[in-house]
């Protein structure tokens, strides 16, 4: 069956580090999303993994393990802004490519 | 420009009104989808269009019909709705919807928020 874990909710502080993870089940892969949403608004797109290792953009970064079916994000240098639901989603080329969202962590920076 | 737009940001309607959601994209996207995402949810796919054709439909009811006049273009067909449908409706566009190993994703529009009473 399809799964995808992350924790519903996590806090953190202003200026510190977080990382948020992802373990999924899915029929197939064909790379896994991170997307930020803010309450009321659309998701936008942080990251894209496919290949296993880190990939790193500003004070964000997501890291992928294929043959452990795992994933995180890593936020440094928190900010208020970054209080958001953080969305984890996998393609899965085994059921035409959809896109399958996990149910987000909800992240509440402290200041 | 990445941008997805949408119209009306909000909807309120009645159970037996007939009224429609629309979608713009000018990215050249080929792809388009329509999500429905209920509070503290993650958004369910509802329809895929692949070059103008209907080429996913998650079982959605009837009560939502699809359009998509051209590539640019996405429209949802509202009509009948029951309550349980209020909902936060996202529209996504995509270069492609079957990708092979290219990082293109899926851009979202900002979403209208419906209510139905």
């Known amino acids: 069956g399809q799964n995808i874990d992350q924790p519903t909710e996590m806090t953190a502080t202003e200026g510190a580090i977080v990382q948020i993870n992802c373990t999924y089940q899915?029929?197939?892969?064909?790379?896994l999303f991170w997307y930020q949403q803010h309450a009321g608004e659309a998701p936008t797109f942080l990251s894209y993994?496919?290949?296993?290792g880190l990939e790193e953009k500003g004070r964000f970064s997501s890291f992928l393990s294929r043959s452990k079916g795992y994933s995180y994000l890593l936020l440094k240098e928190l900010q208020m802004k970054d209080s958001a639901s953080y969305l984890c989603?996998?393609?899965?080329?085994?059921?035409?490519?959809?896109?399958?969202f996990g149910k987000g962590t909800r992240l509440h920076i402290l200041p | 420009d990445t941008e997805v737009t949408q119209t009306p940001k909000h909807l309120v309607m009645g159970m037996t009104n007939k009224k429609s959601l629309k979608c713009e994209q000018h990215m050249g996207h080929r792809a388009m989808y329509w999500y429905k995402q209920k509070a503290k949810k993650p958004p369910e796919l509802m329809f895929v269009?692949?070059?103008?054709?209907?080429?996913i439909n998650e079982s959605v009811p009837s009560r939502f019909s699809p359009e998509c006049p051209n590539s640019s273009l996405l429209n949802l067909h509202l009509h009948a709705l029951q309550p349980e449908d209020s909902a936060l409706y996202l529209c996504?566009?995509?270069?492609?919807?079957?990708?092979?190993?290219?990082?293109?994703?899926?851009?979202f529009g900002p979403g209208t928020r419906l209510t139905v009473l």
């Open positions: 993994n496919v290949l296993d």
């Open positions: 899915t029929s197939g892969f064909n790379g």
């Open positions: 989603a996998v393609r899965d080329n085994h059921r035409d490519d959809k896109i399958i």
């Open positions: 996504a566009s995509s270069q492609e919807h079957r990708w092979g190993t290219t990082t293109d994703t899926q851009y």
């Open positions: 269009y692949s070059y103008e054709k209907l080429s």
